[in-house]
């Protein structure tokens, strides 16, 4: 019995077997684009997503990878998007398809512009970290009531940050669609980088006693338009706020961002770890920040050299032989601690190390705010020497009836801080007998540190 021959194989059985396993043409790196849904401009988060709108994540799947998709470019290069970097392609990154993408409202033209317009100025004192908001007026404000007229006020939001915390608030003016205000709110803690990183929502409201208030419009302006020491007027129209995306697609962009850092990461610890890790580091690190953060303390120091005269009396006898005057002036936007969206904050200070524990001192209980004002002095006898030695802890806190009370955040500073607060200290060492005042960032950590209720 003779067996015939049949025809050779044109390829082996190993790329017979990788073309089984997977077919096509290998599997491309993904853009940052295709981990988050795709929306039209005129479709937004509750409508469903067209043929056309879900063929572009789809496009990266190991059949359709080489089909010249939106993922990517000529030759079947694909260019990865960074976290703040410009994407090329068409492709969008993380927070501008978040803003852009989304139509903010679906009503027709004239219910667009017949919210009304807002006048106001904003003016930022670089000297003592302050951003005033004047709200002048409003005009031809849609009408809200049965009788064809509003109740208007005007609230602040800072974005980001805790509603409770940044939330100022203007008075109601009663029965008018063109109500004047000529108030001014401020904000206190507004350090440089806040002003170039966080944006002003002004938004205005109907005041309804029986029910819920009601949205009127909103407008948004980013602050690192206000230079500083310099008023800037603003005369805007309304908006309709931004829809907010679905519990749905919110977190189908927060796994994207993790799976795109994720991605990214590896593939550059593998192939240009030194020019690109650092950027997404520092990108992911001011991310994290900006969700610790605690609220400000304005501190300030002064240290009061031995005075030669001897014939001084009562609080002066006692600074007269030497010491450190730490003054504890007021908070801004502390963290909630409260069920009610407040705190009842009190600020505590030691001189550490501190062996016989009699370096502790506390301030009054401000009850139900985020925005306290102290202004109290505390007193440390202390030779310049041993001072250089030490390092000063500041604490806040939450005030609870019943059981312990919440830490807040705190600060330190000494010889071994960093930043502004080394800065802070090292001023009141070299400024003897001028007072230093200084805003400070609340953390939920102080390094090496024990706390102490």
Not at 222 to 231: C, E, F, I
Not at 341 to 359: E, R
Not at 390 to 401: A, H, I, P, R, S
Request: glycine share 8%; proline share 6%; net charge neutral.
């Amino acid at each position: 019995m003779t067996v015939r021959k049949g025809k050779r194989l044109g390829i082996s059985i190993q790329e017979h077997m990788a073309i089984d396993v997977c077919p096509g043409p290998i599997r491309p790196i993904r853009q940052i684009s295709a981990y988050f849904p795709r929306l039209s401009p005129t479709s937004s988060f509750s409508e469903p997503l067209s043929p056309n709108q879900v063929a572009a994540p789809t496009a990266l799947s190991p059949s359709s990878a080489g089909q010249g998709g939106g993922a990517t470019g000529e030759g079947g290069r694909s260019s990865l998007l960074l976290p703040g970097a410009a994407g090329g392609g068409g492709s969008l990154s993380a927070m501008s398809s978040m803003d852009t993408s989304i139509e903010i409202d679906s009503c027709d033209s004239d219910d667009n512009t017949s919210l009304g317009t807002l006048e106001f100025d904003l003016l930022y004192e670089r000297a003592t970290s302050s951003l005033h908001c004047t709200v002048l007026r409003a005009k031809g404000l849609k009408p809200m009531d049965f009788n064809g007229l509003a109740d208007p006020y005007v609230k602040l939001h800072l974005l980001p940050g805790a509603c409770k915390a940044n939330k100022l608030k203007t008075k109601t003016v009663r029965n008018t669609l063109n109500p004047v205000w000529n108030e001014t709110l401020t904000y206190c803690g507004i350090t440089e980088e806040d002003m170039y990183r966080k944006t002003l929502r002004v938004s205005v409201c109907d005041e309804d006693k029986l029910t819920h208030n009601e949205f009127i419009g909103e407008s948004r302006v980013a602050l690192r338009r206000v230079k500083p020491d310099q008023s800037k007027h603003f005369n805007i129209c309304l908006e309709h706020p931004p829809p907010l995306p679905s519990p749905t697609a919110m977190s189908t962009a927060l796994r994207g961002i993790s799976c795109y850092l994720r991605e990214v990461l590896y593939y550059f610890a593998q192939h240009d770890p030194l020019s690109v890790c650092p950027s997404i580091l520092k990108w992911e690190t001011e991310q994290q920040r900006s969700l610790e953060e605690r609220g400000r303390l304005l501190l300030c120091l002064q240290y009061f050299p031995p005075a030669s005269d001897s014939n001084v009396k009562g609080e002066a006898k006692e600074r007269a032989r030497g010491g450190l005057c730490v003054g504890v002036k007021r908070c801004a936007h502390l963290a909630a601690m409260d069920v009610n969206g407040y705190s009842d904050p009190y600020v505590k200070t030691y001189l550490k190390p501190d062996v016989q524990k009699k370096s502790k001192h506390k301030t009054a209980v401000i009850k139900k705010t985020l925005n306290p004002e102290f202004n109290e002095e505390f007193f440390y006898e202390i030779t310049f020497s041993e001072l250089a030695t030490k390092t000063l802890e500041v604490t806040v806190w939450d005030y609870d009836l019943g059981k312990s009370n919440d830490f807040i955040g705190g600060v330190s500073l000494g010889c071994h801080s960093q930043g502004e607060t080394l800065q802070h200290w090292i001023d009141c060492l070299k400024n003897k007998g001028k007072k230093v005042e200084r805003w400070h960032t609340l953390t939920n950590e102080l390094p090496g540190s024990t706390l102490q209720e």
